[in-house]
């Protein structure tokens, strides 16, 4: 059992936990997007409870996985037991974002994130409606507790053909122009993608002040481009991944005031987890990683990265 390991799964998150009403959110497949066999759908223990507050930088509340059905509130509660103090919600469509924006109303420990995702993009372009649905995206951005643009860049991974990617690439020019326009911070999604993101981020006139690469994928050499524009890199689980020497040695490099930590959830379940569902109260496993990749004590690095995440996306409440 990994030192960092409270061996508990929250009450929530147990399969007896029920709750009642209609729940007609997208579930998550059951088997392994990777190696096709099927998933095993319990959440994992809980970790250790960190010591200083941590705040999950980028998760999908919308998206089911597993046996049970939370509300945003019984999310949040669990993730308290250990200290994570608050999450940010992205939204990637319209549907997410009417999700995202009834959460915002519940529940004062959440704060959302909005924008078309980079995967959804062609086909709105296809349909002629993609201009429509970024200038929704500015309607949505309005609510009180919506800090941050995202998630929004490029996925070469997911989606193939140049002329997609150009697509890809226009929404991502027209999301940075409005997180500018708003005075919000900027999430990234960059899969398989480095080069065209940093190289649209360099095209642009102006960026917001604050840019984040949500669950950094790019290597030590990538990290000093960072540490030169004061970009952030928000680490998820997959630098706990055994074999991703490249994200720790990244995560090594890069300056501790542009760090930040998420779940991702419920995708990226941190080591020895993966591939299970994943959930706010699972980010400060990935913290501990971070902290004893860059040889800093838990204290210290998580209270640097409570600080850079309240710079970015404004205070939140710390037990
Ligand atoms: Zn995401």
């Known amino acids: 059992m990994p030192a960092s390991e409270h061996t508990q799964t929250p009450v929530q998150y147990l399969p007896q936990w029920v709750d009642s009403g209609h729940d007609d959110r997208p579930v998550r497949s059951s088997t392994d997007e990777y190696t096709g ?7 994992p223990p809980a970790p250790q409870p960190s010591p200083v507050p941590v705040v999950d930088n980028h998760t999908h509340l919308d998206f ?15 993730a308290e037991t250990v200290n994570v103090v608050g999450a ?14 009834a959460a915002l109303d519940q529940e004062p420990r959440l704060r959302g994130a909005v924008a078309i995702h980079p995967n959804d993009t062609v086909k709105l372009a296809q349909d002629g409606t993609l201009d429509e649905a970024i200038e929704q995206v500015k309607e949505f951005a309005q609510h009180p507790q919506m ?39 900027l999430q990234i999604h960059d899969r398989e ?3 065209d993101v940093i190289a649209t981020l360099l095209s642009m006139d102006k960026l917001p002040e604050h840019v984040v690469f949500h669950s950094y994928s790019g290597d030590a050499q990538m990290a000093s481009i960072l540490n030169e524009h004061g970009w952030y ?6 630098v706990t991944f055994k074999n991703n020497h ?8 890069l300056r501790q005031e542009l760090l930040l930590v998420e779940t991702d959830a419920p995708f990226l379940t941190p080591h020895p987890y993966r591939g299970r569902p994943n959930a706010p ?4 496993y990935t913290l501990y990683q971070l902290a004893q990749t860059r040889d800093q004590t838990v204290e210290d690095l998580g209270s640097v990265i409570f600080d850079n995440t309240q710079r970015v996306y404004g205070k939140f409440k710390a037990n």
């Open 37 to 43: 066999r099927q998933r095993k759908l319990e959440y």
């Open 64 to 78: 089911r996985d597993g046996y049970v059905r939370l509300t945003p509130t019984e999310v949040m509660d669990a």
């Open 88 to 101: 940010i919600q992205v939204a990637t469509d319209r549907e997410s974002a009417q999700y995202t924006i």
């Open 147 to 185: 800090v941050c643009i995202g998630e929004t860049g490029l996925d070469y991974y997911r989606t193939e053909g140049e002329e997609n990617w150009e697509i890809q690439k226009y929404a991502f020019k027209r999301h940075i122009e409005l997180a500018v326009e708003l005075g919000l911070p």
């Open 193 to 195: 993608a480095h080069d």
């Open 233 to 238: 890199a928000s680490f998820s689980g997959i």
């Open 246 to 253: 490249d994200a720790r040695e990244a995560a090594r490099q």
């Open 281 to 284: 109260y699972m980010v400060p």
